[in-house]
């Protein structure tokens, strides 16, 4: 009798653990899904990487976004000054296809400057550029009617994450016989925080009335870069006039940005341009 018994426990035992081992899993995560699903739950974790895009310092989005203007068109008064020496490069580096400079279609994402803030945006970059005296108080403000607004990207094709969206403000050219005196011509504004690289601008003012060091120091504080150090050369065949002075700032790695401040006699026009 005492067998019997015996054998009978062990056998429920037998059957209790192949019933918990085939439907055991399956009531448990039913209890877990019921406690998980439909119900809002935070978990902190920790983050793999920036994204896309991500937070590069001053000096970074500078050089990127040289090295990707580089590769474009000159300026509307570089083109109509054909002053060419040979072949000479006129100090654009060969950019063996590494940097792009592409519009964007999908316009602005996220916190950037819109089609309909950038006029704006503009006019109060130039009112901080008159401020702090890189361009005269004679320089006009930009509208829609007037001037042409489009948003691209500078990209470094090797590391995409490394990009600067910026606006590119210009002179419409569908207004003939324009007058274009004490205006920009154009320009190239940051589209985060509206911060303007490089312009192009008809003043009254002559190049000797322009201070080469004090516009690149108080340039470099608005921008908020280091220091820049005097670029030495002796080829006066840099830029397409000989009135003018670079400047060099430290970029990404051992590399370097060029910033020039130059003057288009006969025009009267006062540029500061990266490269």
Wanted: glycine content about 8%; charged content about 25%.
């Amino acid at each position: 009798m005492r067998n019997t018994a015996r054998y009978f426990a062990v056998f429920l035992a037998v059957v209790l653990v192949i019933a918990v081992s085939i439907w055991g899993p399956e009531a448990l995560a039913k209890y877990k899904d019921k406690g998980i699903l439909n119900e809002p739950h935070i978990e902190l974790v920790m983050e793999a990487g920036e994204g896309y895009r991500y937070q590069m310092n001053a000096n970074e989005k500078l050089y990127i976004l040289s090295r990707c203007l580089g590769s474009q068109a000159l300026s509307e008064s570089e083109n109509s000054l054909t002053f060419y020496a040979g072949n000479a490069s006129l100090g654009y580096e060969d950019l063996e296809g590494s940097y792009a400079f592409v519009r964007k279609y999908n316009g602005p994402s996220g916190n950037e400057i819109t089609d309909g803030q950038i006029y704006a945006a503009c006019n109060e970059g130039l009112a901080m550029l008159k401020e702090l005296n890189i361009l005269p108080g004679d320089v006009r403000d930009v509208n829609a009617a007037s001037y042409n607004a489009t948003l691209y990207s500078a990209i470094d094709v090797l590391e995409p994450r490394n990009n600067v969206a910026v606006w590119k403000m210009e002179l419409s050219n569908s207004q003939k016989n324009a007058d274009k005196e004490n205006r920009l011509i154009d320009a190239y504004i940051d589209a985060d925080d509206g911060k303007i690289y490089e312009f192009y601008a008809r003043t009254s003012l002559l190049w000797g009335d322009i201070d080469t060091d004090a516009i690149i120091e108080a340039w470099g504080n608005y921008m908020g870069l280091d220091t820049p150090a005097a670029y030495e050369s002796d080829n006066p065949l840099l830029e397409t006039t000989p009135y003018f002075k670079k400047y060099v700032f430290s970029g990404m790695g051992d590399d370097r940005t060029i910033v020039t401040v130059g003057y288009y006699e006969g025009i009267n026009e006062i540029f500061l341009k990266i490269s």
